[in-house]
């Protein structure tokens, strides 16, 4: 127990070690405009990077506004799409069904460079839809085999025990899926909702097919300092980047850590667990 409680501790450290280390030399890239090989520190600092990155040009603000917006209409998509999908896959038998999953999952196999561009054609048609629908829409077709993934594999663990038990006491369907299946599937689902913030927000070429180049993102923002080498500039824009996803992952375990306990208090996963074992 004490090596196997070593060892844990020291496997932890090494990936603490493995996520933090990277993002030393982001920060002081970020108040320095020259730091030069084989320096230890750069020898002058500056907030000049900061001060452009809050600035009207340097569109910040806006490229942050924008990629929440869509990111969270992304998740809205993969919402409403992915769980009936995902239910229909895990516990229903259907013609040709190995052939729609096959198709949901493509994105994850296929470069979606082309299904992009073939959507953009056919999005040239519907002129009336906003840009963050449009963006959103192309965001929604990289997200989604990732959300299936996530909340397939909960329904296939779920199983229909529990639904037929349900049912035979005269529950609905809405009924069943919000007192049987939804607190069963919280935790798939907070995961796969991360997922798809995560990969909407670091999303570039989609966003640029989409929108033209006229919906700035962090992404787009991004790109041409990193293009020009600006090494400072493109550090803090990281920084500013990983904000958001440090707040969503904060969210995340938050969420988790509540519905845990309320599953705990209610007898949900007692329930479960007693239930399979029998």
């Known amino acids: 127990?004490?090596?196997?409680?070593?060892?844990?501790k020291i496997f932890m450290t090494i990936v603490a070690l493995f996520i933090i280390l990277p993002f030393i030399p982001l920060l002081i890239w970020s108040f320095t405009k020259h730091w030069p090989w084989p320096l230890l520190l750069p020898e002058k600092w500056s907030l000049d990077s900061w001060n452009y990155l809050f600035s009207i040009s340097g569109r910040a603000g806006e490229g942050l506004k924008n990629s929440l917006l869509v990111a969270f209409l992304?998740?809205?998509?993969?919402?409403?799409?992915?769980?009936?999908?995902?239910?229909?896959?895990?516990?229903?038998?259907?013609?040709?069904?190995?052939?729609?999953?096959?198709?949901?999952?493509?994105?994850?196999?296929?470069?979606?460079?082309?299904?992009?561009?073939?959507?953009?054609?056919?999005?040239?048609?519907?002129?009336f839809l906003n840009e963050y629908v449009?963006?959103?829409?192309?965001?929604?077709?990289?997200?989604?085999?990732?959300?299936?993934?996530?909340?397939?594999?909960?329904?296939?663990?779920?199983?229909?025990?529990?639904?037929?038990?349900?049912?035979?006491?005269?529950a609905g369907s809405w009924r069943i899926f919000l007192w049987i299946e939804w607190p069963l599937l919280v935790p798939s689902v907070l995961m796969g909702s991360f997922l798809v913030l995560v990969?909407?927000?670091?999303?570039?070429?989609?966003?640029?097919?989409?929108?033209?180049?006229?919906?700035?993102?962090?992404p787009l923002v991004i790109f041409p300092f990193a293009d020009s080498g600006n090494s400072s500039i493109v550090a803090a824009y990281s920084l500013l980047f990983f904000m958001?996803?440090?707040?969503?992952?904060?969210?995340?375990?938050?969420?988790?850590?509540?519905?845990s306990k309320k599953c705990s208090s209610e007898g949900v996963w007692k329930g479960a667990v007693r239930e399979d074992a029998d």
């Open 1 to 8: 127990m004490v090596k196997s409680s070593i060892f844990q």
């Open 74 to 127: 992304t998740l809205l998509g993969n919402l409403l799409l992915g769980i009936p999908a995902a239910k229909a896959l895990a516990q229903h038998e259907f013609k040709g069904k190995m052939v729609v999953f096959a198709i949901l999952l493509a994105p994850l196999f296929i470069p979606y460079t082309v299904s992009i561009m073939g959507m953009h054609d056919f999005a040239i048609q519907f002129e």
């Open 134 to 170: 449009l963006v959103a829409i192309a965001h929604v077709l990289v997200t989604l085999p990732y959300f299936i993934a996530a909340v397939w594999f909960q329904f296939r663990l779920i199983g229909q025990k529990y639904q037929e038990a349900a049912f035979s006491l005269g």
């Open 199 to 218: 990969i909407s927000l670091s999303q570039y070429l989609p966003t640029w097919i989409m929108s033209g180049g006229t919906l700035m993102t962090i």
């Open 244 to 259: 958001p996803i440090l707040f969503l992952l904060l969210i995340y375990f938050l969420l988790y850590r509540i519905h």
